[in-house]
């Protein structure tokens, strides 16, 4: 989670990833910033995030995230 949330924090650190449940619906993440998380995250963790993976339930918030990629590198 420490490294996901350096990622975070490195594309857009003005917001706070560890609190915010609401980044998609609030639109504090645009398109850009979600493909470039998604790039990130799959080199960082060695899984690969397909288009059915990209949802607003995936990417609201931190912990959205972190189930995510738990659940990809099964």
Known sequence: MKTLLEILKEI??????ENCTTLIDDGLLDSFAILEIV???NDAFDIQITAPEIIPENFNSAQA??????????
């Open 12 to 17: 857009s650190p003005e917001i706070d990833f």
């Open 65 to 74: 995230l972190w189930a995510m990629i738990q659940r990809l590198q099964q």
């Open 39 to 41: 790039a990130e995250i």
